[in-house]
Nanobody, 121 residues
């Protein structure tokens, strides 16, 4: 079994910063892309940031220049540094990883349970 556990969410004032972490554990052979999604109330889940196993990154236009995704492959952990937070960043943030559990199995999607980020004064 594979588990993804997010941490680091909370309440922050506009303009503030938060750092989210997501650690993958369990029966893991390899991890390809690791991603952060978010879902605001009444909205669809959207991709916020992505990082490949090689470190290439991609961001939603709404967070470019403010958010930074990184990963520690030795720890099977992905991070999301969020700066200059705005009220519209309020959402549940979900970690997603493309994981292969053995050398012969296909890559599958795994999700964390989410961590709430609230940006409010």
């Amino acid at each position: 079994q594979v588990q993804l556990v997010e941490s680091g969410g909370g309440l922050v004032q506009p303009g503030g910063s938060l750092r989210l972490s997501c650690a993958a554990s369990g029966s893991i052979f390899s991890i390809d892309a690791m991603n952060w999604y978010r879902q605001a109330p009444g909205k669809e889940r959207e991709l916020v940031a992505a990082i490949t196993s090689g470190g290439s990154t991609n961001y939603a236009d709404s967070v470019k220049g403010r958010f930074t995704i990184s990963r520690d492959n030795a720890k099977n952990t992905v991070y999301l540094q969020m700066n200059s937070l705005k009220s519209e960043d309020t959402a549940v943030y979900y970690c997603n990883a493309k994981i292969r559990t053995t050398w012969y199995t296909k890559v599958m999607d795994y999700w964390g349970k989410g961590t709430l980020v609230t940006v409010s004064s």
